[in-house]
Each structure stands twice: as C-alpha cells, then as structure tokens.
C-alpha cells in the first residue's frame, strides 16, 4: 500500500548561547490533539511549498521571526500518529539565526525560552524523547526515523542516525 502521511516541518529556534530553545506550550485551544505539550515550531507544508520555504514561513506566522540560518537535521515518520491513524512525515530543523522580535504567545500558547538540557522534562509526545537527543548532538550529522504510533502511543523506533 503507497505511504501517503501528511507533510510538516518541526523546527527549534535555538538561542545565541545555544544553551536555550524556543517551545511553545500548547494550552490556548481545548480541541488542540497537542493540548498540555510542549513542543517546536512547525505545522504542515502546503501545496506547492518546498520544506525549506514551509519552516520559514511557519516561523514567520508562529513566532513572528525570519530565518537567516536553518539546517536539516533530519526526518522522522510516524505512521498511524493521529487519533484517526493517519500518518505523518516530518522535517526537523534547528534555527541558529533569525530576525524579528519574538512575542509571548501565539495562537497554540506561550512561547518560552527552555533550556535543551531539561528537554526530556517537559510533558511532550512520547516519540519526541526518540529524536530530540540527535536533534542537538553536534556529533550527529543527521537522522532519520521512523516511529511508528498506535492508539496515541509510539510503538518503538528504527532508523539511521549518522
């Protein structure tokens, strides 16, 4: 059967020290799949758009910024993410510059500088404690997984990380 998920970029803003990100708290809508999680900036890729221009602009409408300086970290596929289970592919970027001044909040919720180091401490997607460990390993050329989903849980991983 042809693999047909939908196509979203997920992207980290990370601060000049590189000690920091920026997530949003997703808490301002009550039918948000994502309501209570933390997470990237990002959403779907719309027709015509190639992955680098669909970030850009994600990060233009979430956070008000413009990219100077992203890079491809890697992909990730979650098959049967969504509570109807359909799938979802996703491009995963850090964004190491950018220009604007960002706001509090945007329509999904708080945006807040986190430290990376406490990550792994803030209730997000379970499958994200798979990639986001390679996401900002300098030692890590690239990643790309898959994590497959079931009745809103992740099954485990497989993939190559480089």
Do not use: C
Not at 11 to 27: P, T
Not at 83 to 96: C, H, K, N, P, T
Not at 121 to 145: A, I, K
Request: hydrophobic fraction near 40%.
């Amino acid at each position: 059967m042809p693999y047909s998920p939908e196509l979203t970029t997920l992207g980290f803003v990370v601060s000049q020290d590189r000690e920091h990100v920026l997530m949003v708290h997703r808490i301002s809508r009550s039918d948000d799949e994502q309501l209570g999680k933390w997470n990237g900036l990002g959403g779907k890729v719309e027709i015509g758009e190639d992955i680098w221009s669909g970030m850009a602009r994600e990060l233009r409408e979430e956070a008000g910024i413009e990219v100077v300086s992203m890079r491809l970290r890697g992909t990730v596929s979650w098959p049967g993410f969504h509570a109807d289970g359909a799938s979802v592919f996703g491009f995963v970027f850090i964004v190491d510059e950018w220009i604007g001044d960002i706001p509090e909040r945007n329509a999904e919720g708080p945006l807040v500088w986190q430290p990376i180091s406490g990550l792994a401490d803030l209730p997000m997607w379970e499958g994200d404690r798979y990639f986001l460990p390679q996401t900002f390993d300098p030692e890590v050329e690239q990643f790309h997984l898959v994590i497959p989903y079931q009745d809103g849980r992740p099954l485990g991983w497989s993939g190559v990380v480089r």
